[in-house]
């Protein structure tokens, strides 16, 4: 090597390791919030069941409606259901089934759309106009109908609620997919890696969606949302979940006829519903910043200064 | 403290009367990942009406930080800490939005790099054009359409009016810098600063627009800041040179003296990297090495670590800018070394 | 300096795109035009032209990311655009790119290492082990100037200068025979400019690899080029040896590019000479000008230009290489700004 | 733009001839609606007439073939439970939840610009997270219990506002609207502040600024419009969402829309109704996205004058 | 250059645009903005009524539908003979008089001095007309399967005020039947169902805005006593709370089927509504043709708790398919406490016999059959799974229960135990044991040859023998049969406003005559 080609000076390169996530997380007192909330619904949904035994079930016809309590135990703390059942309990129990259902749905549809926008908006031409095609039939379909003709020709199980909501929601991904991917198709790493032979999956999967994920994430998270709202409004037409599961969407929505004499039933699993996907959506945004190399500092700042306008590139040059 | 104040004032016959934009003592922190940095550190230097002052530097120097604290649109991460930008007398840097806002124009005004970018989309140009006008002037839309079809013509695009209705993406590269300038100059201010006007530009395009600049600062009588990493376009439009390497200013004074005679390895070693001045076939003499992360300013000499002239003193002690010369300084313990070189 | 085969030989490459209909109707870009191309072993030909000129999408042909219209490519005698398959990707490791913008070029989510070694995730044979690669990865980061302990470090943890040397180590990790330079400096700064323009040079060097260097600075062109070629609108206007064309231009264009661009002479002045300021702008590549492509901007232009296209002439002055320009008046033999 | 036009016209029929296929096919697999039809002691000779009359006893790709043949005539058969015709009745039903839409999403959009705008103006600032949260909560809310409390609170505990229906002065409307927008228009304060982020960090947004522009001038005529495009996208996704909003507002305000003429058919096998308002459903949905597309062309000249897909 | 739209012309699009999409919102077009919300202004002339949906129809022969029936019968059509309600007795309406003068032939006297809504005389023609319409036609009017069981019927004008009906077979409670017929002018058409009838009753309809209203006017020329109202407007809101809502807010003064979490003391009146609620056990399907399960299953459902809590008490625990008041009723029968223990060793019994109890049983539930159906479901599968039995709930609309519910049922469904409401608003038990007991009836399952021939003999009988011979079958299917396990005899919850005075009766939910409605003391006109 040649005197000329100087290393870079040892000061000037001091090893910068990225700092861990979770000190990063530590610094973003919402994320933090929001992780931990996340990972307590988690973990009440993994196992809570299994501490609570048949609390969530047991009926108690002569306990009906009890209000929020001390004086009946851990299961009467939250009060009862027109059956007596622990509200507590079965907010517990809920977790479960909402997750179980929410999570596929919005897995597979983000699996499938991304994957389908991304090969769409890869190749571009005729395999791109086919897949918009699909997407714009099943955004035709109104989703909430789809979903309730659907069940009512096969039953409402689990499986089919989580398979219409995800074929409903395929769409969103594949358009968002398929944008990044013919935005990025013609980025310059995209051509080195053509250049380098890399055939079109692999290109994808290494190039297009990493960066396109946080963006999917985002909608994901937001969609996260969706399904759970949609499973409540499913519930609500009576074919949602079936007792005796229960989700959080069902309790709301069988306990909407008493939201005037016993409003813990509803309002309950509605503040899981919302304290869930809200801490979904934070974590989601600090997510996106913290899985991006070049912004990961923003989450170092204090947060007063954070969201503020990106830095000229002086900064990280 | 600075001993020679206003010492990048060039010759001596343009130094009476009072600097169209005088900076001095310049500070800019910034607040990143690892703290807080200092950016811009004590920058000064003037310019008067007529001439051009070039701020020299590579990427990151702080050449840009310093023409937005000028004009006052430095991100929220970064923020002036000390010094003082005068304009037309007044220090703006103590000056409330709102009266600020009333110089940006008329008397301070900047040209950017990135022309796309830098024009908004979806405004047809005619309307970006005539916006000065409605804002210091008070112009009906007609009226401000009316001197914007002017300015157009003025800066050389042809059928200025038919165009005027054009959208930015509908201008060529060059046509579009020639807009940005235009949309500058559009209330003759006092002080042009000009951030790398040419760097996306072909060479062809690139003259064309700096002999525009130079035309519109003799017509409309401006102070031109120009901010520029091209030592060529510094030698042939600038008419003084303040030259920044990672936040400092390392040396100053008129363009033709500092480049015949550099009294600072770091401007020695930009010049000797010119590739038109080497010998074909031999490596090209690089300043080896890069700039310190502003995090990682060393204490001493900014330039030590890149220095074939670094001793233990640079190590401990940063050189002040020291004059040699009647109009110039150099910031370097050795700069009378590198005279007789 | 030319051989019996060359390295890389194409001819008469047409290419153009269908782009948005303008106001005459025309929806046809036309970026190549009839090009012709030699480069031998060991080689650097320069490209220099005006951005879109063509020279970007010459070089996208050159590396089989765009298919031409027209026209024939040889590489080393084989035609690359008929290989499929293994042939194909064995073919792919011979010719590597350097980017123009370092950051856009770099993925980045990826580490340095991540990036180097990408391109034997499809090579697999070449690189086998996991060991190997990271040995590997620390030699080609070696060979580039960059330090071991950068190998996990993101794009946006270098400077300009550093992430070109990773493009490099990149195109380096296949051990190809050829590299398309495409502006690879241009968005340097001038120290880190010499710096990556010496590491070229230091590369070819030792590794005996080509070079097709585009750019549009004519001054770092005529340090690192052995021949240059200087493309308008789709088409090679002038080529030859480097010192020909820039001492000698044939073509008016060519002289006007090279006065257009500041020079800085040792005494601190511009050497600005007696500069040809071109008027007007690049035509419009959907609708160029007939005959001559240059004419609508040209000094000397006649009513010749506008009705037939020249063709190339050389200088009789005897070299051994051709020194070529399409021009119907080429400038005398004095050479320019003297 | 007439060719851009032309060419998404032709492109998204096919889809519309999907739809109806679909629907089609669905709605005949939920069964044949003679029990709900007949008496409940009808013979089997009846349920075989009724069939037969309605032609549920064909292959159902013959029914598909007859159907679209009337379709193509422009009949869309009569309803089974009413014995109107059916294009009557969905048309009928349709402008009521359009406006209802329509008042909703202006309302949602100009609601979102300002209040995105502003969180956006000072990211981080108190303002911007409450609306950030509150906006997220309102994104949250399961939409009938908010049409319930609702009703509650406004209607019976407060008593100024009415309980439901579609009588009256410009005060029924308010629940309904209220009732649709909470998603919508959490969904859109947190796209707006993120695009308008995005533009008021654009480099032509420093230019305005440098030109002395008030922040007024940089916020709402320079960064705003820019702004609008990928609102613009998401809004015409949630536009289409409204539907199902639709459904559940309509089924508890007594409103007579299309959301519960659906719903209805569904549930009572009116297959011709179900049919003829997913159709006019599909056909709205092209229509807004071509109206989105032509909204794009008009903010922004480059898509304009880009090359069609 | 490319071209482009002058900017002034694009905003004046935009505009346009939104002035679009302002536009039908500022006009209002779907209401007429009197401000006083659907169901009319509360000025004492109009009685507003919310319905909890839209009548499909107003054709009378569809008024054994409840929602049709609801608002057509007494009040816009009127039948022949009413049934009074509460005391099952016949009483006179548009004939005066009946009896039976022949084995197969009843004669009807018909009221003279009647007018339909058109102006057109009533004569017995019309009445003939209007049985041979609803009973003898292609319509596939509801009534006819429901009341008639698809008997023919030879109906015969005599003279205008003489009408002869005969039947095939003799038939008792023929004038029963024919209470349920309204009657329509001739000329009425017999090709299709009609949506806006024409009758002969106190109110005649002035207008039905589809999705919103319907406007009745009081009939001027009404041959009988005028009601109090002058303007009748029917709403409807699917959700209980907010049909309370509009009680409670002055928005409505009547208000049907409300849900017992949304009734007030102030706000709403309970009545027995002639329904009641059971497990229908299919018998033919292991374990459920096992009959100590079933018999099982019956005594473990605890009733009286699920009346009082989930049924709010607005239900009376039952022990049979009709309630009091319905010919046939047996008094003796009670309704049984859940007795675990004796059904767990009924179960055992089985179990030992190699019934296999952990087959999944199916319990078929309807959305909105009544009032908290869904928890009422889920406390089912609760105690039934305390008998160790593997209960799956199926929620179904009303389409899909049909299909559990009648014959022919569906198949590899496995054992179902259908939860189903069984109203008898005619009064005699035939019409459920024909329905609900026989082998073959429509919507039963299975059943004996003993049991089917008792109905058979009590079909025959009239008076005290009748309601002897039925109370003995109902007692008998308990016994010997056990296809249903009973939940309760329900109870309706009727909201009413201040404005308005109100009785209710059992027959309220199907028929609601609003002569009955009238404005509470010390309210105007």
Redesign the interface.
């Known amino acids: 090597m040649t005197a000329t080609l100087d290393r870079p000076d040892d000061t000037a390169a001091a090893p910068k390791r990225p700092p861990r996530w979770w000190l990063l997380l530590g610094r973003d007192k919402l994320a933090a919030v929001a992780a931990v909330v996340l990972g307590l619904v988690l973990l009440t949904a993994l196992i809570g069941p299994l501490l609570l035994g048949d609390a969530a079930t047991r009926q108690d016809l002569n306990a009906s409606l009890r209000p929020p309590s001390f004086d009946h135990g851990i299961t009467g703390l939250l009060g009862t259901d027109i059956l007596g059942r622990s509200v507590l309990a079965r907010l517990v129990e809920a977790a479960g089934t909402t997750l179980s259902v929410a999570i596929p749905a919005v897995l597979f549809s983000l699996v499938a759309g991304s994957a389908i926008g991304m090969w769409a908006g890869y190749h571009g031409g005729r395999r791109e106009n086919i897949a918009m095609r699909v997407a714009d039939v099943i955004l035709s379909f109104p989703s909430l109908l789809l979903a309730v003709v659907v069940l009512y020709v096969f039953t409402p199980s689990v499986a089919n609620i989580v398979f219409i909501l995800a074929l409903a929601r395929i769409p969103i991904y594949l358009r968002t997919a398929r944008a990044e991917a013919a935005e990025l198709k013609s980025r310059l790493f995209v051509d080195a890696a053509r250049t380098f032979g890399t055939t079109s999956w692999p290109t994808i999967y290494r190039h297009i969606l990493p960066i396109a994920m946080p963006t999917l994430l985002t909608v994901a998270t937001l969609d996260f949302c969706f399904v759970m709202l949609s499973e409540s409004s499913l519930s609500f037409l009576g074919i949602g979940i079936q007792p005796p599961d229960v989700s959080w969407g069902l309790m709301v929505a069988q306990g909407r006829q008493f939201l005037q004499t016993a409003w813990w039933i509803a309002v309950l699993p509605g503040v899981a519903i919302v304290l869930t996907t809200v801490s979904a959506t934070i974590l989601a945004a600090w997510v996106r910043l913290a899985t991006d190399p070049a912004q990961r500092w923003r989450l170092t700042l204090p947060t007063s200064k954070r969201g503020k306008r990106s830095v000229t590139t002086e900064v990280t040059a | 403290m600075n001993p020679l104040p206003g010492t990048a004032t060039a010759e001596p016959e343009a130094r009476t009367g009072e600097p169209a934009l005088a900076v001095e003592h310049l500070s800019v922190d910034?607040?990143?990942?690892?703290g807080t940095v200092r950016?811009v550190d004590d920058v000064s230097f003037s310019v008067h009406k007529g001439r051009t002052l070039a701020l020299l530097g590579?990427?990151?120097c702080?050449k840009?930080?310093t023409a937005?604290s000028i004009?006052?649109?430095l991100?929220?991460?970064?923020e002036v800490v000390g010094g003082s930008v005068k304009a037309g007398g007044t220090d703006v840097l103590t000056l409330g939005r709102r009266a600020r806002?009333?110089?940006?124009?008329?008397v301070l005004?900047?040209v950017?790099q990135?022309a796309l970018?830098?024009?908004?989309?979806?405004?047809?140009v005619g309307?970006q054009l005539g916006?000065?006008f409605r804002?210091?002037h008070g112009l009906s839309r007609r009226e401000a359409k009316e001197k914007a079809i002017e300015l157009m013509r003025i800066v050389g695009i042809p059928e200025p009016r038919?165009?005027a209705?054009?959208?930015p993406?509908?201008f060529?590269?060059?046509?579009r810098q020639r807009l940005?300038i235009a949309?500058?100059v559009a209330l003759a201010p006092d002080v042009l600063l000009a951030d790398e006007p040419t760097t996306a530009l072909?060479?062809?395009?690139?003259?064309?627009i700096?002999?525009l600049l130079r035309d519109l600062r003799a017509e409309r009588d401006m102070a031109v800041v120009l901010i520029t990493?091209?030592?060529?376009?510094v030698?042939?439009?600038a008419d003084d040179v303040v030259i920044m390497y990672a936040g400092n200013v390392v040396e100053t004074g008129p363009?033709?003296?500092?480049?015949?005679?550099p009294r600072h390895p770091y401007t020695r070693?930009?010049?000797d990297?010119?590739?038109?001045?080497?010998e074909?076939g031999k490596?090209?003499?690089?300043?080896?090495?890069?700039?310190?992360?502003?995090s990682?300013v060393?204490p001493g000499c900014v330039f030590q670590?890149?220095c074939p002239l670094a001793r233990e003193r640079c190590a401990d002690e940063r050189p002040r800018l020291t004059a040699t010369g009647p109009a110039r300084a150099a910031a370097c313990h050795f700069s009378e070394e590198l005279a007789s070189v | 300096m030319s051989e019996p085969t060359p390295l890389l030989e194409v001819t008469g490459l047409r290419k153009s795109f269908r782009v948005a209909r303008n106001k005459a109707g025309r929806n046809r870009l036309t970026a190549l035009d009839g090009v012709d191309l030699r480069l031998g072993r060991g080689e650097t030909l320069g490209l220099v032209g005006e951005s879109g000129c063509g020279k970007s999408t010459l070089a996208r042909v050159v590396l089989m990311l765009d298919r031409p219209d027209e026209g024939t490519m040889r590489f080393d005698g084989v035609d690359p655009f008929a290989l499929k398959g293994r042939e194909l990707l064995a073919w792919r490791r011979r010719v590597q790119m350097v980017f123009q913008d370092p950051f856009a070029s770099l993925n980045a989510r990826m580490t340095a290492a991540d990036l180097i070694g990408e391109p034997w995730r499809t090579h697999r044979d070449l690189v086998p082990t996991p060991k190997q690669r990271e040995a590997r990865v620390r030699e080609l980061l070696d060979l580039v100037g960059l330090r071991a302990s950068d190998a996990h470090r993101y794009p946006n943890e270098f400077s300009g200068g550093q992430r070109q040397r990773i493009g490099i180590a990149r195109a380096l990790a296949l051990e190809p025979d050829l590299i398309v330079c495409d502006e690879p400096v241009s968005a340097l700064d001038l120290s880190v400019q010499a710096q990556v323009l010496n590491l070229l040079a230091d590369l070819q060097q030792r590794l005996g690899v080509s070079y097709v260097f585009i750019s549009h600075d004519l001054s770092v062109v005529r340090h690192v080029a052995d021949r240059v070629s200087v493309m308008y609108l789709g088409k090679i206007i002038e080529h030859g040896l480097t010192e020909d064309v820039f001492d000698r231009p044939l073509h008016p264009y060519t002289a006007a590019l090279m006065s257009a661009a500041p020079a800085l002479e040792p005494d601190g002045t511009a050497g600005t000479g007696d500069r040809i300021l071109l008027s007007g702008e690049l035509p419009s590549p959907l609708d160029p000008p007939s005959g001559c492509r240059f004419r609508t901007r040209c000094w000397q232009a006649a009513d010749r230009c506008a009705e037939e296209q020249p063709d190339p002439r050389g200088r009789g002055d005897g070299t051994l290489e051709p020194h070529e320009g399409r021009c119907h008046y080429p400038l005398s033999l004095t050479p320019m700004g003297a | 733009m007439t060719t851009f036009l032309r060419k998404r016209i032709v492109s998204s029929a096919i889809p519309l001839v999907v739809v109806v296929l679909g629907v089609f096919i669905l709605a005949r697999l939920t069964g044949n609606p003679v029990d709900l039809y007949l008496p409940l002691s009808a013979t089997a000779e009846q349920r075989a007439a009724f069939s037969a009359e309605h032609g549920f006893d064909q292959p159902i790709l013959v029914q598909l073939w007859d159907y679209l043949g009337q379709v193509v005539q422009l009949d869309f058969g009569e309803s089974l439970r009413t014995g109107q015709p059916a294009a009557e009745m969905v048309l009928e039903a349709f402008p009521a939840t359009l406006q209802l839409a329509a008042v909703t999403m202006l309302i949602a959009i100009v609601g979102a610009v300002l209040i995105g705008s502003l969180a956006a103006y000072r990211p981080n600032s108190l303002a911007d997270r409450t609306s950030s949260f509150l906006s997220m909560t309102a994104a949250s809310i399961p939409d009938f219990w908010f049409a319930i409390m609702g009703v509650l609170v406004f209607g019976v505990s407060l008593g100024i506002l009415p309980t439901s229906g579609v009588t009256g002065g410009p005060e029924v409307w308010v629940l309904p609207i209220a009732t649709l927008l909470i998603r919508p228009f959490g969904v859109l304060v947190q796209v707006v502040r993120g695009s308008m982020v995005a533009a008021l960090s654009a480099p032509y947004v420093k230019v305005a600024r440098s030109k002395g522009a008030s922040e007024q001038r940089v916020v709402f005529g320079h960064a705003l419009r820019n702004a609008t495009m990928p609102v613009l996208t998401v809004a015409g996704d949630l536009t289409i969402g409204l539907v199902n909003g639709a459904v559940v507002v309509e089924t508890i305000f007594g409103w007579p829309g299309i959301g519960k003429l659906m719903i209805d058919s569904i549930l009572q096998r009116d297959f011709a109704v179900l049919q003829a308002a997913v159709l006019l459903t599909a056909v709205t949905i092209f229509l807004l996205n071509i109206l989105i597309d032509v909204c794009y062309a008009l903010l922004d000249a480059r898509v304009r004058q880009a090359v069609p897909a | 250059m490319l071209s482009s739209v002058p900017s002034r012309r694009r905003t004046r699009v935009l505009t346009a645009l939104l002035a679009a999409a302002l536009l039908p919102a500022s006009a209002c077009a779907v209401a007429n903005s009197d401000g006083a919300g659907d169901a009319g202004a509360a000025d004492g002339s109009t009685l507003r009524i919310v319905l909890a949906q839209e009548p499909p129809t107003l054709e009378p022969c569809e008024s054994s539908l409840t929602s049709t029936g609801v608002v057509v019968r007494s009040n816009i059509s009127e039948p022949l003979i009413e049934r009074d309600p509460t005391t099952g007795e016949l009483d006179p309406l548009l004939s005066t008089g009946w009896r039976q003068t022949g084995p197969t032939t009843w004669t009807f006297d018909i009221r003279s001095g009647v007018r339909f809504h058109n102006g057109a005389p009533f004569t017995a023609e019309d009445a003939a007309f209007s049985i041979d319409r609803a009973v003898n036609s292609d319509l596939a009017c509801n009534v006819d399967g429901y009341v008639f069981e698809d008997e023919e019927l030879g109906v015969e004008a005599t003279s205008p005020t003489s009408l002869t009906v005969t039947t095939a077979e003799p038939d008792p409670i023929l004038p029963l039947r024919l209470s349920f017929v309204e009657i329509v002018p001739r000329g009425t058409s017999t090709e299709a169902k009609v949506r806006e009838p024409v009758g002969t009753g106190p109110y005649a309809i002035a207008g039905w805005q589809t999705g919103v209203s319907i406007t009745l006017h009081r009939n001027e020329n009404y041959w009988g006593e005028q009601p109090s109202f002058p303007v009748v407007r029917y709403v409807w809101r699917s959700e209980s709370s907010v049909r309370a809502a509009m009680i409670a807010k002055g928005e409505a003064d009547v208000s049907t089927g409300l849900d017992p979490e949304d009734a007030t003391e102030e706000n709403s009146i309970a009545y027995p509504n002639n329904e009641t609620t059971a497990l229908r056990l299919d018998g033919t399907q292991a374990p459920l043709d096992d009959i100590r399960v079933r018999k099982a299953i019956g005594l473990v459902i605890d009733r009286q708790a699920i009346a009082r809590t989930l049924f709010d008490g607005l239900g009376e625990p039952a022990a049979q398919l009709v309630p009091d008041g319905v010919v046939g009723y047996n008094p003796a029968l009670k309704a049984q406490a859940p007795d675990l223990g004796a059904a767990r060793a009924l179960v055992e019994q089985a179990r030992a016999d190699g019934a296999p109890l952990d087959r999944e049983i199916t319990l078929v539930a309807r959305n909105d059959q009544f009032p908290r159906v869904a928890e009422t479901a889920e406390a089912l599968q609760y105690q039934l799974a305390q008998l160790g039995l593997n209960v799956r709930i199926l929620m179904t609309d009303t389409a899909a229960h049909l299909q559990y519910q009648l014959r022919p049922f569906p198949e590899n469904v496995g054992p179902v135990a259908l939860l189903i409401m069984h109203g008898n608003q005619a009064g005699d038990a035939a019409f459920t044991t024909s329905q609900y007991l026989v082998s073959d009836g429509p919507q039963s399952t299975f059943g004996t040859r003993e049991l089917d021939a008792r109905i058979d003999a009590a079909e025959k009988l009239s008076g005290q023998a009748r309601q002897n011979a039925f109370a003995a079958v109902l007692a008998d299917q308990n016994e010997t049969v056990a296809q249903y396990a009973y939940l309760a005899h329900m109870r309706g919850l009727l909201g009413i406003g201040d404005s308005v005075e109100y009785e209710p009766n059992p027959a309220t939910g199907d028929e609601l005559r609003l002569a009955d409605v009238r404005p509470a003391k010390g309210q105007g006109r």
């Open positions: 910034l607040h990143t990942a690892s950016a590579e990427s990151g702080g840009s930080m937005l004009v006052g649109l991100e929220p991460v970064a806002r009333r110089l940006a124009g008329p005004s900047i950017f990135d970018a830098a024009l908004n989309p979806v405004q047809p309307r916006e000065p804002i210091h038919a165009r209705r054009s959208y993406h509908q060529s590269g060059g046509m940005l949309m500058a072909d060479v062809t395009v690139q003259a064309q700096m002999q990493h091209d030592l060529a376009v030698a042939e439009h363009v033709r003296e500092v480049f015949a005679d070693g930009l010049l990297s010119v590739p038109e001045r080497a074909k490596p090209l003499p690089a300043v080896g090495g890069s700039p310190p992360e502003l990682n060393p670590a890149r």
